[in-house]
């Protein structure tokens, strides 16, 4: 299948590893010209070295989501370029805690870096897809914003408004070629996740290796995802192919969220 990716420009915010370097590198081999958005640029040269010779360029650039300034100085440079078709919203997940421990403090800075920034940048960069009738935005969440996840309290409650924010986008551009959906991992392997196995580990005074062995043995597919395996959904959704998927909730989990 053609995917008519190739002159399409992407920009893939969190890229330096995981979700995002899965999925810049998955739209690099695809053709696409990635911008690589990371704190630390030279991260992303970890997975750009595995890229074949004939995939898009990778070109990473800086940015902190929990900057304004930053993110502005990101955007304006993009759009002197002529903006993206494709943008990833991937940020990092926010700490781990319940609702009762959680403060007003935590729920206002993680919604500035993981929500408001976000939703700011997204309408920078959406005035130029709608000028060329063609865009692609797909925002990560979580399988958490439909089955809520005990100790994620601040990735429950605003990823659900991310939801609620992308759904809404999605009416109001979709009649200008611009699609935009929600992705929802379920439990991808990535250095995340370790970290979260090793907290749980730690209070519950298990190994971690117990504690991803559970964890997968709760997953119809009895395993964690790989990060290409999310990649690859991520890409086909950014394609050409993908025009009449809009509004859209995907769940990437082997079959975790137990409801339908
Ligand atoms: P990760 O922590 O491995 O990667 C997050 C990326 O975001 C990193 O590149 C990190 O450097 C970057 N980042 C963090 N803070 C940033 C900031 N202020 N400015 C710029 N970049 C920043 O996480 P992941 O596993 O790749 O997951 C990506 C997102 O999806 C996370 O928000 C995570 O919570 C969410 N998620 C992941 C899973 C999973 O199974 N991996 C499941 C549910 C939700």
């Not at 420009?9 to 810049?24: E, P």
């Not at 002529?82 to 609702?99: A, E």
């Not at 986008?169 to 200008?176: C, F, G, I, R, T």
């Not at 043995?217 to 009895?222: D, E, H, K, L, N």
């Amino acid at each position: 299948m053609n995917l008519g990716l190739v002159n399409k420009t992407a920009l893939v915010l969190g890229a330096s590893r995981g979700l995002g370097a899965a999925i810049a590198a998955g739209l690099a081999r695809e053709g696409a010209t990635v911008y690589a958005a990371a704190r630390s640029v030279e991260k992303v040269e970890t997975w750009r070295i595995d890229l074949p010779e004939d995939a898009g360029p990778v070109l990473p650039c800086a940015v902190d989501l929990s900057d304004l300034k930053s993110i502005d100085g990101l955007v304006d440079d993009l759009l002197e370029k002529g903006g993206v078709d494709i943008l990833i919203n991937n940020t990092g997940g926010p700490p781990s805690c319940t609702v009762l421990d959680a403060t007003r403090s935590d729920w206002l800075s993680q919604f500035e870096t993981m929500a408001a920034n976000i939703f700011h940048l997204t309408g920078r960069l959406l005035p130029a897809m709608q000028a060329r009738k063609w865009g692609r935005i797909i925002t990560l969440t979580s399988s958490g914003v439909e089955q809520p996840i005990p100790r994620l309290a601040l990735s429950n409650g605003i990823r659900s408004a991310i939801v609620g924010w992308s759904k809404t986008l999605a009416d109001e551009v979709a009649a200008d070629g611009v699609t935009v959906n929600i992705l929802l991992p379920g439990r991808i392997h990535t250095q995340r996740v370790d970290e979260l196995d090793a907290i749980a580990a730690r209070r519950s005074e298990k190994s971690q290796a117990d504690i991803a062995a559970a964890s997968a043995t709760s997953i119809p597919a009895r395993r964690y995802g790989r990060p290409e395996e999310f990649g690859d959904v991520a890409v086909f959704l950014a394609s050409e192919r993908a025009s009449y998927i809009t509004g859209s909730k995907i769940r990437v989990d082997g079959g975790a969220i137990r409801g339908v």
